[in-house]
């Protein structure tokens, strides 16, 4: 059963940057890999996803801001945000896609087959 555990949130300014990590227990370079966010009362959605062959999409909320990549050698996931907004405030969760080789359609949560525990992300303005 894989594990994922998220690193790197924190409190930062409006327009400041933060780099999240997602460190996997399996080998993960044959699923795809997402990012995605939640507030309280609302659900999940997704911030960004990144198939096997490197397609990466993003939630057009995010697109510019954010990167997403994948470093395959240490099966470990990474979210690059810059110029974060309050809006950005939520807890951010790493996923496996539930289907070997499958690619990631549409950030639906629904895919995933396995989540992180979550890392907080507070931005003030």
């Known amino acids: 059963q894989a594990q994922l555990a998220e690193s790197g949130g924190g409190s930062v300014q409006a327009g400041g940057s933060l780099r999240l990590s997602c460190a996997t227990s399996?080998?993960?370079?044959?699923?795809?890999l997402g990012w995605f966010r939640q507030v309280p009362g609302k659900a999940r959605e997704g911030v960004a996803t990144?198939?096997?062959?490197?397609?990466?999409d993003y939630a057009d909320s995010v697109k510019g801001r954010f990167t997403i990549s994948r470093e395959n050698s240490k099966d470990t996931l990474y979210l690059q945000m810059n110029s974060l907004k309050p809006e950005d405030t939520a807890m951010y969760y790493c996923?496996?896609?539930?289907?070997?080789?499958?690619?990631?359609?549409?950030?639906?949560?629904?895919?995933?087959?396995?989540w992180g525990q979550g890392t907080q992300v507070i931005v003030s303005s």
């Open positions: 996923a496996r896609h539930g289907s070997y080789g499958f690619r990631w359609k549409f950030l639906d949560s629904g895919a995933a087959g396995y």
């Open positions: 399996e080998v993960t370079s044959t699923y795809a």
């Open positions: 990144i198939d096997t062959d490197g397609r990466t």
